[in-house]
């Protein structure tokens, strides 16, 4: 893979803030305010000096300094931020796929702590937390009326130390008592599975560090389970609620794809950042391929969707995904603290913006989504898209196609836990996991073989 200009990466961010992030980066100057900067600094003084002496009850200044920067970078736009120290320590411990946990995933229904799936091989797992449990306490301490956010912290700590959750099980008349012991948790960013007909499947859960390297250790197991020559007919790659991730790892899993061309190019202020290009020779450069993406597909995934339709190597399956195409810049600032800054927009290798608009998928499967979902365009100070909107050609050419799949409760399990996948597809719950299985073997894998 060829890059210019310098290297970059997207990730999920704390609290479920969507992002791209660059490191050592040049940021371009902005011209120089008609105020000089230390004329602000004076202001921003006296209103800390007068708070302190005058406020109500005292103040750490330390909160307020803090507080100051973090509504300066928060006027920006939804994905500028600032971290504290350990706010720092927690973002790096998450693109990084490692904290001291239980290891579960978790999601939230009707305003119940609900427990997706365990990770496999977790102290959870182990101590018999199951798919479908209700997390009502944590240590006897209620939290069904807690943010995500803070319940998720308290079930993390120092590995060792045991951690007691209260669980309202379906079909148990009393809640369970479930003690488990701390751990080191590694959460896998890749799963897979060899389904009927010599088709992989392969769950991309985020970017993190190493994810490249898991992708092509996944295609190589799949081909070692295919009977005979080991060769895969096609490929499903599952995008459905990826946040993103490390854009450079997005990148090598797009090189693996492509044998040629542009991956994505960055701009701002007027001109071109950033261009990646793929390399010849990949794992799946010849392999049939079908990516499915919905409402929470963003930012590093969508980069990877796009490029792959640009190139007319695979149809996305599913809904319109989140529509975050922007860069933010990693700064370190003093005293362990740390600041992301949007730099940039991101654009597919045929020059469409994602910023706002997202990707409409060639097949557009109608599923049972929350009508109250907020996607890029809905948040507050977005940053508008510039350039053209994605268009989708549809699986025969002529356009996107949509298909109403109803109802789909199982999905969520099956995203977290490759194992409930059926060896069959067309046989399992997941409509939209059928449609793109369907779709690979009925429509891309023969047109691949008819050299189309």
Not at 39 to 57: F, K, M, N, P, W
Not at 118 to 144: F, H, K, L, N, Q
Not at 261 to 283: C, F, H, N, P, S
């Amino acid at each position: 893979m060829r890059r210019t200009r310098f290297g970059l990466l997207a990730a999920l961010l704390s609290g479920g803030v969507l992002g791209f992030w660059l490191r050592d980066a040049t940021v371009a100057t902005a011209t120089p305010p008609p105020i000089a900067v230390f004329s602000v600094t004076e202001q921003l003084g006296q209103t800390i000096a007068q708070i302190e002496r005058g406020y109500v009850d005292p103040v750490e200044r330390t909160r307020l300094v803090n507080g100051a920067i973090r509504g300066m970078v928060n006027e920006l736009d939804p994905h500028s931020s600032f971290m504290t120290e350990p706010e720092y320590k927690a973002f790096h411990e998450e693109s990084e796929g490692k904290f001291a946990g239980i290891g579960v995933e978790l999601d939230t229904r009707d305003g119940v702590l609900l427990v997706v799936a365990p990770i496999e091989g977790s102290p959870a797992e182990a101590a018999g937390v199951r798919s479908g449990d209700r997390i009502i306490a944590i240590d006897d301490v209620d939290v069904t009326a807690h943010p995500f956010d803070r319940v998720a912290r308290r079930m993390r700590g120092v590995p060792g130390t045991k951690v007691k959750l209260g669980i309202a099980r379906p079909g148990e008349k009393r809640p369970l008592s479930i003690e488990i012991q701390r751990a080191e948790i590694h959460v896998p960013s890749v799963s897979s599975k060899l389904l009927v007909g010599d088709i992989g499947y392969i769950r991309l859960k985020q970017f993190q560090e190493g994810t490249a390297d898991e992708f092509v250790a996944h295609v190589g197991r799949l081909r070692d389970a295919v009977k005979g020559q080991g060769a895969l007919a096609g490929v499903l790659i599952d995008m459905r609620a990826n946040p993103g991730g490390f854009v450079d790892e997005a990148t090598s899993i797009a090189d693996e794809c492509l044998d040629e061309g542009v991956i994505y190019t960055t701009r701002g202020r007027g001109r071109v950042l950033d261009e990646a290009k793929a390399e010849r020779g990949g794992a799946l450069v010849s392999t049939p391929i079908v990516v499915m993406v919905n409402e929470w597909t963003a930012s590093a995934s969508e980069l990877l969707a796009g490029a792959l339709r640009d190139h007319g190597r695979a149809l996305l399956v599913g809904s319109p995904t989140f529509g975050k195409g922007s860069v933010q810049a990693i700064l370190n600032l003093p005293f362990g603290a740390g600041m992301k800054l949007t730099i940039a927009r991101y654009y597919t290798p045929r020059g469409s913006a994602i910023q706002a608009h997202g990707l409409d998928p060639d097949l557009f499967v109608v599923t049972n989504v929350d009508p109250n979902i907020k996607r890029e365009h809905d948040l507050e100070g977005h940053l508008t898209g510039e350039g053209k909107k994605p268009v989708p050609k549809g699986p025969d050419g002529n356009g996107p196609k949509v298909i109403d799949a109803g109802v789909q409760d199982d999905v969520p399990v099956v995203l977290a836990d490759t194992r409930a996948i059926p060896d069959d597809p067309r046989k399992g719950k997941d409509l939209v996991l059928n449609t793109a299985y369907q779709t690979l073997t009925d429509v891309v894998i023969p047109r691949a073989k008819r050299g189309k």
